[in-house]
């Protein structure tokens, strides 16, 4: 059998293929963090908590409104987007004019109160969340059995980072977007409703957060604090990319989930930090983010 | 005036007699008062096995007690450890200081209960473990402070493992929590797969907590083991189970093999992937009369059936006061020696007592997961297979390497 580094191929190659998974989910929260920064330079805590509504919207929709997984895929990002322009309308915007720190600050605070409510009404053993019927089963790829489900999600969370590429990169919407946080002003007097495109922009962030909870949500126990650990990784990844650059989210992510992957074979203990080494490796050589223009 | 004069001096003559009568009557009760606090996870991994819900098995303990104990009220204060050993230390560090904490109880975490044992040591304090799993805990770690209620997990390897192995499944491959907890799971679990002569041919130290096991998983069939044993506790192992049933481990022929599972993991998981699971616990709410009894009363107030921990968390609260009431004080040392004179028989706890290494020993019992054809009800979870004997489920005091026992 062909061995890398003392793994067998068919072990390495599953390895990797479990990474790229991960690595599309990073690459799907760490594009809405990137987004929202980007273009708003809110830092956004509550984008771990925003991902967790998602699951429980799905799941609840589910419970109580018989919503099945296609439709939720759908409804979710507009209930959880929308809900996300309320508090960037009410919140946020009153604090736009301060520091960055600020807004950090705002947003880690809502992501507390919404998983500390959720938590007291729903605990943290979480609850399950069955897989649709269409994408139960698995594949048997030659060296691995990969679950239908994980396939699906590395197509979907692909397909959606390509989708927010293009919109913001390659459409006149996107231009519009990028010219109003560049220069508001200006843009204003030219007829463009500058304060409407923030807070939608900030809607849409959120709806890639609530995206990835639906795809999440028959993945992991759907419970309270499934964001929380995720945000920090989710934000090494951002900074690693360079904040604010779009395509330096997507391909981080994917590289990160690559490399988080195979510390899980070859030094298992060291998987959760590995990002946190890159991430400073990186900061060191590169303070930008590897996509990142100097300032 | 004179009157007024008078009438204060009485008073305050009355008052201060009546304080003297009171400071008598109590002299041997710290402060007048029993200050209990409540140390454990409230928010985090661990908050459904105990957290909240143990705290209101305590306060069910204190308000059955009557609210005093020979006349001087029982208090109770709470705090979050969030896991974190440093917070947890420092807590109790903080209550004994500038409260005058009495007894310390829940205790969840082995890393928190390791650190504030050690703490109550140095202070002279009194802590009843009941969250926790290692071993360690009355074995290298144990201290004349504290006693270790519950479970540990000697039996857990000792009831589950010996019994997997006895039914043919004789390689195993590990999956660990990298933390003390873990790594005395791990070292029991082997010894007693190796001494039933069955082998452990690998296994993965994983991070705690972690989301995403896939991985490991992955690793774990490649081993070829029979038996996959989740070293691992709470939502690691909820995770574990869950994404072992999208891999299709059970289907290509290997098992799972949970080594510390409360109610509230079967609960979340449900039945459809959990069935058949053999475990080890300290209890379970329906296994007898008593038991439901107490659990009815206790859903009443919480909402949910009571894991092993919370019930055994009003136990030992339970046996602490009954103690202070027969040796008429609260000093840490008499107490203790108090407890561990009178044997331990309530609803929780059968043939239980207290040994000098702090490890209270009771009737241990073998349960599976029921299907879900068997069950009846949202919470009828487990069938009780076989009970495992106080005095054969522990780790005999001859192996013990805690330096209260004399080997």
């Not at chain 1, 991902?51 to 997984?69: K, S, V």
């Not at chain 1, 508090?87 to 915007?93: G, V």
């Not at chain 1, 463009?192 to 923030?198: D, E, F, G, R």
Request: hydrophobic share 50%; with cysteine.
């Amino acid at each position: 059998m062909m061995m890398i580094f003392g793994v067998p191929l068919a072990v390495f190659m599953g390895q990797l293929t479990l990474g790229l998974v991960n690595g599309a989910f990073y690459a799907l929260l760490s594009l809405g963090l990137a987004v929202i920064f980007g273009l708003l330079k809110i830092v956004n805590f509550a984008h771990g908590a925003q991902y967790m509504l998602g699951a429980f919207a799905a799941l609840l929709g589910f419970r109580y409104l018989g919503i099945n997984y296609w439709l939720a895929l759908f409804l979710v990002p507009l209930v959880v987007g929308g809900f996300g322009m309320l508090m960037e309308r009410f919140l946020l915007r009153r604090i736009a004019h301060l520091d960055h720190l600020y807004g950090l600050l705002l947003t880690f605070g809502l992501a507390l109160i919404f998983e500390g409510t959720l938590v007291n009404f729903f605990g943290v053993s979480g609850a399950r969340y069955s897989t649709p019927e269409a994408l139960q089963g698995g594949l048997n790829l030659g060296f691995m059995f990969l679950p239908t489900y994980r396939a699906w999600v590395l197509v979907a969370a692909l397909a959606m980072c390509l989708f927010t590429w293009f919109m913001i990169e390659r459409t006149r919407l996107g231009a519009y977007l990028r010219a109003g946080t560049e220069n508001s002003q200006l843009m204003q007097a030219f007829g463009v409703n500058v304060p409407l495109l923030i807070t939608l922009t900030y809607g849409f962030g959120v709806a890639l957060a609530a995206f990835a909870g639906v795809l999440a949500a028959p993945l992991y126990p759907v419970s309270p604090t499934m964001g929380s650990s995720l945000l920090i990784v989710v934000f090494a990844v951002v900074v690693i990319g360079g904040m604010g650059s779009i395509l330096g989210a997507i391909l981080t992510g994917l590289g990160m989930g690559i490399i988080e992957g195979l510390t899980k074979v070859y030094y298992p203990e060291a998987s959760n930090t590995v990002i946190f080494l890159v991430m400073i490796l990186v900061l060191m050589l590169r303070p930008a983010g590897l996509f990142g223009k100097e300032a | 005036m004179t009157f007024m004069k008078k009438t204060l001096t009485a008073s305050i003559a009355v008052a201060a007699a009546s304080s003297m009568a009171i400071s008598t009557a109590h002299a041997e009760i710290s402060d007048n008062e029993v200050r209990i606090g409540y140390l454990a996870d409230m928010s985090g991994t661990y908050r459904d096995l105990a957290g909240p819900g143990g705290q209101t098995a305590m306060e069910m303990a204190v308000a059955d007690f009557g609210g005093s104990v020979n006349g001087s009220p029982i208090v109770i204060f709470s705090a979050d450890d969030r896991n974190s050993a440093d917070v947890g230390a420092n807590t109790v560090r903080e209550w004994i200081d500038q409260r005058n904490v009495d007894m310390v109880g829940g205790l969840v975490a082995s890393s928190v209960s390791i650190a504030v044992t050690k703490v109550l040591e140095e202070n002279n304090g009194l802590g009843i473990v009941s969250g926790s799993a290692a071993s360690s805990i009355t074995n290298e770690h144990c201290t004349p402070n504290h006693i270790h209620w519950v479970y540990d997990t000697y039996p857990l390897a000792n009831g589950t493992a010996k019994a997997v192995v006895e039914q043919g499944g004789d390689s195993w491959f590990l999956l660990t929590a990298d933390y003390a907890f873990g790594h005395a799971l791990e070292a029991d679990v082997t010894n007693v797969v190796e001494a039933n002569g069955g082998e452990v041919v690998g296994g993965i130290r994983h991070p705690f907590p972690t989301s995403d096991f896939s991985s490991y998983i992955l690793q774990a069939q490649g081993s070829g083991a029979k038996i996959v044993g989740l070293a691992n506790a709470g939502a690691d192992t909820v995770n574990a189970i869950t994404t072992a049933s999208q891999f299709g481990l059970t289907q290509s022929g290997q098992q799972l093999a949970g080594l510390l599972i409360f109610l509230n993991d079967v609960h979340a998981l449900g039945l459809e992937s959990t069935q058949g699971l053999l475990l080890t616990t300290g209890w379970y709410w329906d296994m007898d009369e008593q038991s439901r009894e107490w659990s009815e009363r206790y859903f009443e107030e919480v909402g949910r059936m009571p894991t092993m921990v919370q019930a055994g968390i009003y136990s030992s609260t339970m046996h602490y006061l009954k103690a202070i009431e027969a040796a008429g004080t609260d000093d840490p040392e008499v107490v203790r020696a108090q407890m561990a004179d009178m044997p331990i028989e309530d609803f929780f706890a059968r043939n239980g007592s207290i040994r000098e290494d702090g490890r209270m020993i009771h009737d241990m019992y073998l349960a599976q997961v029921k299907t879900p054809e068997e069950s009846t009800g949202e919470w009828d979870l487990y069938e009780i297979l076989s009970t495992i004997p106080a005095d054969e489920a522990y780790r005999p005091l001859s192996e013990s390497q805690c330096k209260l026992v004399q080997n």
